[in-house]
């Protein structure tokens, strides 16, 4: 059983790939990755209510032995990277950047993963709430701040041969939110 | 005349099928010593206490309520408690200490110096159970209560004490032993559960191999440029790398055949010295170029333990040819009579 739901995860990761169109596989492809990814996914109990008990025994065992996620790290091709930079005005009329940060190298690796993972559509409904958090971990370090911008950025790397020719990496802005003491507007 | 054969056919294809379960119960209950397990508690003791004491500093900034720390760690628990309100998560610990008037910060210090010991313990195999009981709970805590700033190496770190928890504890190096003068393990139980981690690798490196395959950028190398250039793992100047932009197509293909094909070559035991000192080798890149050292030091941990170190009596490191199971005969208990 344990095995078999191991089988069940990382195939369905592998068909999820195929299905997204981001492999090298014919598009052809796609539907039939998108059934056997569904197939994949019923055998771990995620086609049934979120209340079902067998559903929350298996995600429960999954979490339990670490094995809820595939093992497609960096494939089929490495994700892009991301940003967050904060504009933080000050009442002063000074204009400052910064970056959310922690203290170790350790945890640096964890919210720079974090910040990977805000584009994605499962965290779409909680991605305002986590900037407006990332954003107030900073605001608490500058007090007289009034205002902050914060603008999430993707970063894209410059092959190997834009590299060569003297290019840099590139920034595009993918949404921003201005945040205040007296509410939160977002642009 | 007819009844007698197809009595025979009957008997043989029962005989058949027997022989069948015996070799697959050989398979997975070969006689194993505990050696295997030594490295694995040492390994993990050293992996647990380094995750400790790396993530000191911004232990209570990662996993304190919001307003208070990153990004609070409500976010993280709500999604986790979507999927299942069974998972454990720093959540637990924070309500059973509110019921005991003992505040937030004080339970996270407490749930820190927890698996701080649990990792010097498993070093030191002294109450080894307990101590890996502990670590796999605390470590899955922070993985869920942090699952929005966890990352691979918390889910190998889990898979790995989760096996080690079960494991026949404690081996005859540990202070247990030496202690309590606790009796030799069931040979049979030690080589169940390292066949497990043995084969749990074989998914990981297949199903990682096959991934990045399907990926263009593993065959021209620029999949390998962008993982090395990229932040904050860039611990390779661009300007060196590109040296060498013509051996990275070779290499990012290389990685690929490595991974998928390690379910094969690494059971075979001519193969198995070779594709297990690529995979080290991979492993001690990955943590030395890109900084992942967490991650790269608990692969290595569970690849050494589970192919690295060699059955009692046998000149080549662990395990038993795939098509002659050792235990085909030894697999008796198991095996039907």
């Avoid at chain 1, 209510?49 to 595939?70: D, W």
Wanted: proline residues 5%; aromatic residues 12%; contains cysteine.
């Amino acid at each position: 059983m344990h095995f078999f739901l191991l089988t069940a995860v990382c195939f369905a990761g592998v068909f999820w790939l195929i299905a997204q169109g981001s492999t090298i596989l014919p598009s052809a492809s796609d539907k039939y990755a998108r059934k056997a990814e569904l197939v994949a996914t019923w055998c771990l109990g995620k086609e049934a209510r979120a209340s079902n008990p067998l559903r929350r025994g298996i995600a429960t065992y999954l979490h339990a032995v670490g094995i809820q996620a595939g093992y497609s790290f960096f494939a089929p091709n490495v994700p892009s990277h991301h940003r967050l930079m904060l504009e933080l005005f000050h009442d002063d009329g000074r204009v400052e950047y910064e970056s959310p940060h922690v203290h170790g190298k350790a945890a640096a690796l964890r919210l720079d993963s974090l910040l990977d993972r805000l584009p994605e559509e499962r965290y779409e409904s909680v991605r305002e709430a986590l900037v407006k958090m990332l954003a107030f971990s900073v605001w608490r370090e500058h007090p007289d701040v009034k205002k902050v911008r914060a603008t999430f950025e993707a970063v894209h790397l410059p092959s190997i041969t834009e590299f060569e020719q003297g290019e840099v990496e590139t920034l595009e802005p993918i949404f921003s939110f201005d945040f205040s003491l007296r509410g939160e507007e977002q642009q | 005349m007819s009844s007698q054969t197809s009595c025979s056919k009957a008997k043989l294809k029962l005989n058949s099928l027997h022989r069948g379960w015996q070799r697959f119960a050989g398979f997975l209950f070969p006689s194993e010593s505990d050696t295997w397990l030594t490295v694995f508690r040492i390994g993990l003791g050293v992996q647990v206490t380094l995750y400790a004491l790396f993530l000191r500093s911004d232990w209570h900034y990662l996993f304190a309520s919001s307003g208070k720390g990153l990004v609070g760690r409500e976010v993280g628990e709500a999604i986790t408690s979507f999927e299942s309100p069974l998972i454990p998560k720093f959540g637990w610990l924070i309500a059973v200490g509110r019921t005991l008037n003992i505040g937030e910060e004080t339970v996270l210090t407490v749930a820190w110096v927890g698996l701080l010991s649990a990792g010097c313990l498993l070093l030191l195999g002294l109450l080894s159970r307990p101590a890996a009981i502990v670590a796999w709970f605390v470590h899955l805590c922070a993985a869920e209560s942090g699952g929005l700033v966890a990352y691979g190496a918390d889910n190998f770190m889990t898979t790995a004490l989760f096996y080690l928890m079960l494991s026949p504890l404690p081996d005859r190096y540990s202070f247990d032993h030496w202690v309590a003068k606790t009796k030799p393990k069931n040979p049979k139980a030690l080589g169940f559960w390292r066949r497990v981690l043995q084969v749990h690798l074989c998914f990981v490196y297949f199903i990682g191999g096959l991934a990045k395959f399907l990926g263009n950028g593993w065959w021209d190398g620029s999949n390998l440029w962008r993982s090395l250039i990229r932040p904050p793992i860039n611990l390779i100047s661009p300007d060196l790398l590109v040296h060498f932009k013509y051996v990275l197509p070779l290499l990012g293909i290389l990685i690929c055949l490595l991974e998928v094909s390690y379910p094969v070559f690494i059971w075979l035991k001519r193969t198995r010295r070779i594709w297990l000192a690529c995979i080290l080798a991979m492993h001690a890149a990955i943590g030395l170029t890109m900084g992942l050292y967490f991650f790269a030091l608990v692969m290595i941990i569970m690849n050494v333990a589970a192919f690295g170190v060699p059955s009692p009596g046998r000149s080549a490191p662990a395990t038993h040819e795939l098509p002659s199971y050792e235990g085909s005969h030894q697999g008796i208990e198991f095996g039907a009579k």
